[in-house]
């Protein structure tokens, strides 16, 4: 399959581990007028993409790991809460969210490592409640891609607070074009 | 103006002095696998991102505010060359242009400091090459913004490396369908 074939779980895991300190350099120490930003109405400022991987740690990638390893296609994904970060933990400064995000992470990838996964394991299958059969591959490429499309909507979300200050340069700035694609 | 009110300097610089650690986060120590993918034809690698970063400090923010302090709007900018990594410290490691950015961003945020900027010179006014009249507050939040943008195309081409492994996941990995938008 060519998931399984492309996937590379030590580089997955190199990257995973690294997200913890690009957060920090990122976002600790923020003057505090811009931590609670965000891009208008109910978007997420960087306190609130914080809580949401927080909120996967703790109910999304592991525990979905462990059900595909533990029952197979027989019991489907609890269903990921998207906003939880807005019922949990959310009087946590980013800096106290951090800490958490990267407490939490370290934990999961010792927990991880701890399964020694052999590339036949990489192919078992569970079942997501939306779209049914996936592999324990993609599964683990979505929470370092996950990462990614979070780190990628950061980026996003700091810079919209320029989008007027650049002037014409707006134009030559991509960031400031993207709508976001729905993360 | 819009644009001068709205901007604060001091935060601006806080964004622009954390981004060499946030790229080291990153990138420094990627496997090698890695650090060449791009996102297919003549589009940009992670080690090409940080070498126009680098090309960004050398000739482009910095020399351009002196000469908007110099010179006003008498002498325009000269223009930026966007493929100057391609040609300038092209043999160099990710981790030794990570080193240059670091250490050519700390130099020019010291000159910038020295400057002693008053809110009046932030809207002194320079020539763009290409859209005419702009303002030292401009330049600078552009400059600030222009970190973000190259974070969200390093977000991008790092992710792209899993556009298959993720199977089904793709739809609701917003960083996936990012088109670039030109940056």
Same mark, same amino acid.
């Given at each position: 399959m060519a998931d399984t074939t492309e996937f590379n779980l030590n580089d997955a895991v190199a990257l995973l581990a690294r997200t913890p300190a690009t957060l920090n350099a990122l976002l !600790? %120490?923020?003057p505090d007028a811009v931590v609670?930003?965000?891009?208008? %109405?109910?978007s997420w400022s960087p306190c609130d993409i914080v809580g949401h991987l927080i909120a996967g740690e703790r109910t999304d990638w592991m525990p979905r790991a462990r059900t595909i390893l533990d029952f197979g296609e027989s019991r489907p994904f609890?269903?990921?809460? !998207?906003?939880a970060q807005f019922k949990e $933990?959310?009087?946590? $400064?980013i800096d106290q969210r951090l800490d958490e995000f990267a407490r939490l992470r370290e934990l999961n990838l010792a927990a991880l490592q701890a399964l020694k996964l052999q590339p036949e394991d990489l192919q078992r299958r569970g079942t997501h409640p939306a779209f049914g059969a996936v592999t324990l591959s993609q599964l683990l490429a979505t929470w370092a891609t996950h990462d990614l499309t979070h780190l990628h909507q950061l980026s996003r979300v700091m810079a919209y607070q320029y989008r007027d200050a650049v002037g014409p340069w707006s134009a030559y700035l991509g960031v400031l074009q993207c709508t976001g694609h729905g993360g």
């Open positions: !600790r %120490g923020l609670p930003t965000n891009e208008g %109405g109910e609890e269903p990921f809460d !998207r906003l $933990s959310k009087d946590q $400064s």
